[in-house]
């Protein structure tokens, strides 16, 4: 009965190799549901658990415990570090995600969803961080603990780091492993948060890929006057001092810069835009726009915050009592700083705006970020994996107008591609941070199934 054996075998590896194929999601989605369930926010949630939980499915896998490290350095602020090894035939590459979240409040969130528990409703995943960045991490550990149980060897060694303090909190994984533990996350380029994909009424229409982002810095205005009693009124004032400062300075527009990134993000979105808008936005991607196309491109706070820095005033603060003339009124001013832009510039324009009776001055550190080349072969291989998985869709690199831990690495030399490849409508995506965050459970396999085939594809060399 040999015919009959081998059928009983072909079928066998057949269902089998299903198996191991439709494990993958379940995996993911228990991580996923046991991640949301770490209340990971700074300063007193564990984001140690965390890294432990996802440490613990890579050894169920197969992993050497000596791949699998959770690093912790402070209480409650551990990072997981783990490598599948390839055969040295290039140099590794790294998978990154942060486990920490922004702090969401149950009675902020529709009744019955709680922020700390993945809740099902239809094909919907609510809770924190299944979006941001959680979803990442959990199909990132999925994908390697597949990869070890098929025996898969990669030709480059395959990092992921699972980090704290991303959103906030002073003990931020990937600069203390880029500090004290840097050999563990070398690697020749990283995948990290910071892009995603747009339905626009259930179709998918393009998936933005983060290579650079804006720079973030906050000043301060201060004006100061010896005051008073407020029924006898002088001719100065520190609030209208204040006030007309920033009077002005919500009329400063600062200079635009249009680079190859800005050029590809105004080409893509140009066909989403009614007909004037879509002018100006061919004219910025042909390289040629007028003055009038730069305006109208600048009256939308999308495309503005892609051509320029920009400053808004964000908190006041005056006086010390209703019958008194104030001493000091101050105004923070945050800023978004093209790369390239300089702490010492947008002071110097601000100050300019401002005039001679107020005060600016930086708070805090500016944090460079280089840029990644969007013509990379990495970028080629993002663009032609997601080409082949959802025809027609537009690949397109994107500048975040936020901060990611992308920049962190980015100025150390490795470069950076920032991608979630799960499709929603953008007012889904604005979720994160904000109440009821949510994922479609479709999206988030479809996003699985596309990073495992990208992961393999990048895992196999130049
Ligand atoms: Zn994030």
Same mark, same amino acid.
């Given at each position: 009965m040999r015919s009959t054996e081998a059928l009983a075998c072909v079928?066998?590896?057949?269902?089998?190799?299903?198996?191991?194929?439709?494990?993958?999601?379940?995996?993911?989605?228990?991580?996923?549901?046991?991640?949301?369930?770490?209340?990971?926010?700074?300063?007193?949630?564990?984001?140690?658990?965390?890294?432990?939980?996802?440490?613990?499915?890579?050894?169920?896998?197969?992993?050497?415990?000596?791949?699998?490290?959770?690093?912790?350095?402070?209480?409650?602020?551990?990072?997981?570090?783990?490598?599948?090894?390839?055969?040295?035939?290039?140099?590794?590459?790294?998978l990154l995600a942060h486990i920490d979240v922004v702090d969401a409040l149950p009675e902020s969130w529709t009744a019955g969803l709680d922020p700390f528990q993945l809740t099902e409703r239809g094909d919907w995943l609510y809770g924190r961080g299944v979006v941001d960045d959680k979803a990442a991490a959990a199909m990132f550990v999925a994908i390697l603990a597949r990869m070890k149980r098929e025996g898969f060897r990669p030709k480059r060694d395959i990092i992921l780091a699972l980090t704290a303090d991303e959103e906030t909190g002073t003990h931020n994984g990937v600069q203390w492993l880029l500090d004290g533990h840097r050999p563990l996350i070398e690697a020749e380029f990283a995948l990290n948060e910071g892009g995603s994909g747009t339905l626009r009424d259930g179709r998918r229409i393009r998936m933005g890929v983060q290579v650079s982002e804006k720079? /973030?810095?906050?000043?301060?205005? *201060?004006?100061?006057?010896?005051?008073?009693?407020?029924?006898?009124?002088?001719?100065d004032n520190a609030i209208y001092d204040l006030a007309?400062?920033?009077?002005?300075?919500?009329?400063?527009?600062?200079?635009?810069?249009?680079?190859?990134?800005?050029?590809?993000?105004?080409?893509? /979105?140009?066909?989403?835009?009614?007909?004037?808008?879509?002018?100006?936005?061919?004219?910025?991607?042909?390289?040629?726009?007028?003055?009038?196309?730069?305006?109208?491109?600048?009256?939308?706070?999308? /495309?503005?915050?892609?051509?320029?820095?920009?400053?808004?005033?964000?908190?006041?603060?005056?006086?010390?009592?209703?019958?008194?003339?104030?001493?000091?009124?101050?105004?923070?001013?945050?800023?978004?700083?093209?790369?390239?832009?300089?702490? *010492?510039?947008?002071?110097?324009?601000?100050?300019?705006?401002?005039?001679?009776?107020?005060?600016?001055?930086?708070?805090?550190?500016?944090?460079?970020?280089?840029?990644?080349?969007?013509?990379?072969?990495?970028?080629?291989?993002?663009?032609?994996?997601?080409?082949?998985?959802?025809?027609g869709v537009k690949v397109i690199p994107v500048m975040s107008a936020g901060a990611t831990d992308g920049s962190r690495l980015r100025n150390v030399g490795i470069p950076v591609y920032g991608i979630l490849p799960v499709f929603m409508e953008d007012g889904d995506w604005v979720r994160a941070h904000g109440r009821d965050e949510r994922i479609t459970a479709k999206g988030f396999e479809e996003g699985l199934a596309y990073f495992d085939r990208l992961v393999r594809t990048l895992s196999a060399g130049p």
């Open positions: 079928a066998l590896a057949l269902f089998s190799s299903l198996a191991s194929a439709q494990a993958d999601p379940r995996l993911a989605r228990e991580l996923l549901r046991e991640l949301v369930g770490i209340r990971t926010v700074h300063p007193d949630g564990d984001n140690t658990a965390a890294a432990r939980a996802a440490a613990r499915r890579l050894l169920d896998a197969g992993f050497d415990p000596a791949d699998v490290q959770v690093l912790e350095p402070a209480p409650l602020k551990g990072n997981l570090v783990a490598r599948l090894r390839g055969t040295g035939g290039a140099r590794p590459m790294l720079m /973030y810095l906050s000043f301060e205005l *201060e004006a100061s006057n010896p005051g008073g009693h407020s029924s006898l009124p002088r001719g007309a400062a920033l009077d002005r300075l919500s009329r400063l527009n600062l200079p635009a810069r249009v680079g190859p990134v800005m050029r590809a993000f105004a080409a893509a /979105y140009a066909d989403d835009e009614p007909s004037a808008l879509a002018q100006a936005l061919r004219a910025i991607a042909a390289g040629n726009p007028s003055e009038d196309d730069m305006r109208r491109a600048s009256a939308n706070p999308r /495309y503005n915050a892609q051509l320029r820095t920009t400053c808004v005033a964000t908190r006041v603060e005056a006086g010390h009592a209703d019958n008194a003339l104030a001493q000091k009124a101050k105004a923070t001013v945050n800023c978004r700083l093209l790369p390239g832009d300089t702490e *010492e510039a947008v002071r110097a324009e601000l100050q300019r705006a401002a005039g001679d009776r107020v005060q600016v001055r930086a708070k805090g550190t500016l944090r460079p970020s280089e840029a990644t080349d969007p013509a990379s072969a990495v970028m080629a291989a993002i663009a032609r994996e997601a080409q082949s998985t959802w025809p």
